[in-house]
Each structure stands twice: as C-alpha cells, then as structure tokens.
C-alpha cells in the first residue's frame, strides 16, 4: 500500500537473495516488495547465507538451523549408546547432545546398545558388533575347519569362508589331518 501517494513502498531488506528479509528496510521503486534485494517478510534469521531462512530444509547434525526454528534435525539413537541410525529427530536445541539424540548416522544395530562403530567385537558370534559388516574369526590354516587361537575379520558373519573357522581347537594346524575327532 501507498501511504505517502510516492509510488514506493517500504520493504524488508533481503541481503543473501533468498526471499526472506531482516528487519532493516529498504525503498522499493513499485508496490510489490519482489525486485532483487526486496522483500514483503522480515523473517529472516541469517541474512548472510541464502540457504538459511524459514521452512527451509534442515541438515541433520550439523548444528545450524537452516528453518530459522531455533531446532535442529539429530539423528535417532534408539538405544543410547552416542550412534544414530538413519532416521531424524527435531532437537529442542542445536547440539544434538540429549536423550535419544545424536550428531552420527552410523549405529548399524539401533536397538541394542552393544553394537556401535567403536564397539569391541566378539569373536564366532554372528553379530556384528562393531558395524563393519563381519565378524572375528579363528584362522584355519590347514583346511580342516578347524581354526587355531589367531583370529582374522571377516567380511561376513559366518566364519565358514576358507581360511576361517568358528571353533579354535585344531591341535596341529599345520596338518589337515590332525585336529580333533580325527
């Protein structure tokens, strides 16, 4: 609206172009706050980074509030144990750092506290506790499937490849022949 019959309006100063002004003004040469540098909305929070103003997308973790919320997107650790899984939470603040919250999206076992990156593995369990997608198998060096105390990673969880076995027993492991039960 024209109050002062000049043909301008006031409008919102839109600095980082991406439609969302702070609360400085600037002169519009029309009535429609659209040109370049204009805007009709003073709802800004950052007026130095385009990718930041409201309703825009959230970055999970990365401790900005790209939608001008005052919240941020955490990743959802189920179990607590510092590792989220894939699926997000709005935070009630920006660090990510309470219940259920996390900065990570590498827990490959959400529901149990015992499976995270830097968990220990357990050797000829079948679980991958340490989220590398293996597991910690004895060392048949023979062939025999029966393995000695040496352990090796797997890629998998079965300890059935070659080289590799889920019992640590064989007596000689220089000889196929010789392990127990022969």
Do not use: K
């Not at 750092?97 to 827990?107: H, N, V, W």
């Amino acid at each position: 609206m024209d109050q002062n019959c000049d043909t301008q309006e006031l409008c919102y100063a839109d600095t980082d172009g991406d439609s969302f002004g702070t609360t400085s003004t600037v002169l519009s040469a029309d009535l429609d706050c659209t040109a370049a540098g204009e805007s009709a909305q003073n709802t800004d929070c950052d007026a130095s980074a385009p990718e930041i103003y409201p309703d825009a997308a959230e970055i999970p973790a990365n401790g900005t509030d790209e939608s001008c919320d005052d919240r941020e997107l955490c990743y959802f650790d189920e179990d607590r144990d510092g590792y989220g899984g894939t699926e997000t939470l709005e935070s009630i603040d920006l660090d990510c750092t309470g219940s259920f919250e996390s900065i990570l999206a590498t827990d490959c076992d959400d529901a149990s506290a015992s499976a995270h990156p830097t968990a220990a593995e357990t050797p000829v369990d079948g679980i991958d506790q340490d989220c590398d997608g293996g597991d910690i198998c004895y060392i048949d060096y023979d062939g025999d499937t029966f393995g000695t105390t040496d352990t090796l990673s797997s890629p998998d969880l079965s300890c059935s490849d070659a080289g590799e076995s889920a019992v640590s027993t064989d007596c000689n492991d220089r000889s196929s022949t010789e392990y127990p039960g022969a």
